[in-house]
């Protein structure tokens, strides 16, 4: 099953910026919901924002105020701004793609953020 593919990690310093992409194009079916997911170390992966086809967010509360999902749908693509990064937000960061056939995970990006 061809994957998402997560783009923009990387290391930065607590205040600064990063903005993520995820690349779904290769799914050949109508996608609904695209969301973002983070696992930090000895943690469980938490949901840390959701967008449906039409537009609709949602964002977990530690991110309100910080990180922006979008996307095109033409190009199957989202992203996450992501603004005042805090150390709290290392993490490896996954995009899941849902679909009538089911739910299709990236493979992850790091993202680190010092103090």
């Known amino acids: 099953q061809v994957q998402p593919v997560e783009s923009g990690g990387g290391l930065v310093q607590a205040g600064g910026s990063l903005r993520l992409s995820c690349v779904a194009s290769g799914i050949s079916f109508r996608i609904n919901t695209m969301t973002w997911y983070r696992q930090a170390p000895g943690k469980q992966r938490e949901l840390v924002a959701g967008i449906t086809s039409g537009g609709s967010t949602d964002y977990a509360d530690p991110v309100k105020g910080r990180f922006t999902i979008s996307r095109d749908n033409a190009k199957k693509m989202v992203y996450l701004q992501m603004n005042s990064l805090k150390p709290e937000d290392t993490a490896v960061y996954y995009c899941?793609?849902?679909?009538?056939?089911?739910?299709?995970w990236g493979q992850g990006t790091q993202v680190t953020v010092s103090s």
């Open positions: 899941a793609a849902d679909t009538v056939v089911g739910r299709t």
